[in-house]
């Protein structure tokens, strides 16, 4: 089965190829610098942070040329282009559960935190420290994106602060990796991750990607970013 395929038939697949040690080392150091900063809410609908419990620490590219790079490199290109025939950077956070006290997060799609219609995205998500069970590994729900193409109902947890679209018994598949590993997934795919319960945090980069600009019907702009492959960074909107 080749991983296109499998991505199709799951709803993710993790990649062979791992990311590069200089941009591992780039990723780490930008989310180390961010870490340092005081916490804050996260300034949307729905505060998913809980300070050092659980961090988001999301749209901060520009400020890490290294990072920006990494994004929209030729391995990037190949990666996204899997599942989208024009990838543009829609968004990108750094995740990171506190030692001990790290939450977990429960199961979801990522869409669903979109508050409108739209095409589904690829989330690949970055392992920045040997990822396990007891440090909060991610989990993902087998989906065939051929035959489920929808987002199922969530609704809000006020105490775990996140939004909550499955509450069965199916523990999924649980994916332990090394640093370096990338997953991929769609925004359709139900996936969660445990809580942190080793004395190090769990560090994680998550860059998702669609298949061209998603627009907020409201506004007509661009829902967080729309920025494509092959433009200079310094063109790019």
């Given at each position: 089965?080749?991983?296109?395929?499998?991505?199709?038939?799951?709803?993710?697949?993790?990649?062979?190829?791992?990311?590069?040690?200089?941009?591992?080392?780039?990723?780490?150091?930008?989310?180390?610098?961010?870490?340092?900063?005081?916490?804050?809410?996260?300034?949307?609908?729905?505060?998913?942070?809980?300070?050092?419990?659980?961090?988001?620490?999301?749209?901060?590219?520009?400020?890490?040329?290294?990072?920006?790079?990494?994004?929209?490199?030729e391995q990037m290109r190949r990666v996204t282009s899997m599942a989208l025939k024009d990838p543009h950077l829609f968004n990108e956070q750094?995740?990171?559960?506190?030692?001990?006290?790290?939450?977990?997060?429960?199961?979801?799609?990522?869409?669903?935190?979109?508050?409108?219609?739209?095409?589904?995205?690829?989330?690949?998500?970055?392992?920045?420290?040997?990822?396990?069970?007891?440090?909060?590994?991610?989990?993902?729900?087998?989906?065939?994106?051929?035959?489920?193409?929808?987002?199922?109902?969530?609704?809000?947890?006020?105490?775990?602060?996140?939004?909550?679209?499955?509450?069965?018994?199916?523990?999924?598949?649980?994916?332990?990796?090394?640093?370096?590993t990338m997953v991929i997934f769609s925004s359709l795919t139900l996936h969660r991750s445990g809580a942190n319960t080793t004395d190090k945090?769990?560090?994680?980069?998550?860059?998702?990607?669609?298949?061209?600009?998603?627009?907020?019907?409201?506004?007509?702009?661009?829902?967080?970013?729309?920025?494509?492959?092959?433009?200079?960074?310094?063109?790019?909107?």
């Amino acid at each position: 089965m080749t991983q296109h395929t499998e991505f199709l038939k799951r709803g993710y697949a993790v990649l062979a190829d791992p990311i590069g040690a200089d941009d591992l080392a780039a990723l780490r150091a930008a989310a180390d610098a961010l870490m340092a900063e005081p916490t804050a809410s996260d300034g949307g609908n729905h505060d998913i942070n809980r300070g050092a419990d659980r961090q988001f620490l999301h749209k901060r590219h520009e400020d890490f040329p290294e990072v920006e790079r990494f994004l929209f490199s030729e391995q990037m290109r190949r990666v996204t282009s899997m599942a989208l025939k024009d990838p543009h950077l829609f968004n990108e956070q750094f995740v990171v559960k506190g030692p001990r006290t790290g939450a977990s997060f429960a199961w979801h799609q990522d869409g669903a935190y979109v508050p409108f219609d739209h095409t589904p995205y690829l989330s690949v998500w970055i392992a920045l420290d040997d990822t396990t069970l007891e440090n909060g590994a991610l989990s993902c729900l087998p989906r065939d994106l051929r035959r489920e193409a929808h987002i199922d109902p969530h609704h809000w947890d006020e105490i775990g602060k996140e939004k909550v679209g499955y509450d069965g018994d199916d523990p999924g598949e649980a994916l332990p990796c090394s640093a370096g590993t990338m997953v991929i997934f769609s925004s359709l795919t139900l996936h969660r991750s445990g809580a942190n319960t080793t004395d190090k945090p769990r560090r994680a980069y998550l860059a998702q990607y669609s298949d061209g600009p998603i627009l907020d019907p409201s506004t007509g702009n661009p829902r967080n970013f729309a920025k494509p492959f092959g433009a200079s960074l310094a063109d790019r909107p």
